[in-house]
């Protein structure tokens, strides 16, 4: 079986109150990322018509604050699909509702497995890719799973050689003691 990703998008826009903040009034990162986590879920379990679990979440980066008052609107997509897993595209954007202006706050790409009613790994639907769009996310998760699997290899102990990284970390803060 396969599904169009427009078939599982999910958006959300909820207010920020001044109960997301942090200490210096703007909304708390692990407020966005609550949100972030839910919205993944909602897409994937869609796409599944299974319970979704979070396995990853690929690089977050915070690219504007949010203000409280401020609208903010999650979007999720389907980008990929495994056998049992699927990488969810999230957007998060503000709006400022007095003055209309937009702002990107973050993207991320979070892996999700799907779940049958006795908790094993279940079988997702393909994606059906149909635009340039569509292909070049699918590519990218390959890409970023390809990357990801080489660094764990790179950095794993047993296989890590610390006078390869040695004159690269010199040239940071830091004060080796060997």
Excluded: W
């Excluded at 609107?73 to 897993?85: F, H, I, P, Q």
């Excluded at 994606?127 to 290899?153: C, K, N, P």
Aim: proline share 3%; aromatic share 6%; charged share 25%.
């Amino acid at each position: 079986m396969f599904k169009h990703p427009k078939e599982s998008q999910v958006s959300i826009t909820e207010l920020m109150l001044p109960a997301h903040s942090n200490f210096s009034g703007k909304i708390h990162g692990g407020h966005i990322l609550n949100l972030m986590d839910q919205i993944a879920f909602a897409c994937a379990s869609k796409h599944s018509q299974n319970y979704c679990v979070t396995a990853s979440v690929n690089r977050v980066d915070f690219l504007n604050p949010i203000e409280v008052g401020e609208l903010v609107t999650l979007k999720a997509s389907v980008n990929y699909t495994g056998r049992t897993s699927m990488v969810i595209g999230l957007r998060v954007e503000s709006e400022n509702v007095q003055s209309g202006e937009v702002k990107h706050c973050n993207s991320s790409y979070f892996t999700m497995v799907a779940k049958d009613k006795d908790g094993k790994n279940a079988p997702v639907p393909g994606l059906i890719l149909d635009s340039e769009q569509s292909i070049r996310r699918f590519a990218r998760s390959i890409a970023r799973q390809e990357q990801s699997r080489h660094r764990t290899t790179k950095f794993k102990s047993s296989e890590f050689k610390v006078e390869e990284h040695l004159e690269t970390i010199k040239a940071h803060n830091v004060k080796l003691e060997l």
